[in-house]
């Protein structure tokens, strides 16, 4: 019994830092995570909304369902797109994925 109790006070003694140990893991998978998680999708999500903000009639795109086609008509959350001769289609502009050149 002797034995234990002087192990255990020689943790506390030692260190004293226990608590501090657990924070710092804590904040260094935060700072990964968000390195190569969070960071890398905030960069896609604002290429993304400047590439549909920039959609304008006469381009040539790609919708993210694999459908080329032309872009007759612009609006404001939609798009005509024309895949053939008078055939035309009206989509989010946010499921546009390319614009080609």
């Known amino acids: 019994m002797a034995t ?3 192990a255990m006070a020689g943790n506390a003694a030692q260190g004293g830092q226990g ?4 924070i710092i893991m804590l904040v ?7 390195f190569l998680l969070i960071r890398p999708q905030q960069k896609r999500a604002k290429q993304h909304k400047e590439l549909v903000s920039a959609i304008k009639a006469g381009d040539q795109v790609v919708t993210a369902g694999g459908i080329h086609g032309k872009v007759a008509s612009v609006e404001d959350t939609t798009v005509s797109l024309e895949v053939a001769t008078g055939v035309k289609l009206k989509l989010n502009r946010s499921t546009i994925t390319e614009i080609k050149q």
């Open 4 to 6: 234990e109790a002087f």
């Open 19 to 22: 608590g501090y140990e657990g």
């Open 28 to 34: 260094a998978m935060f700072a990964i995570f968000y």
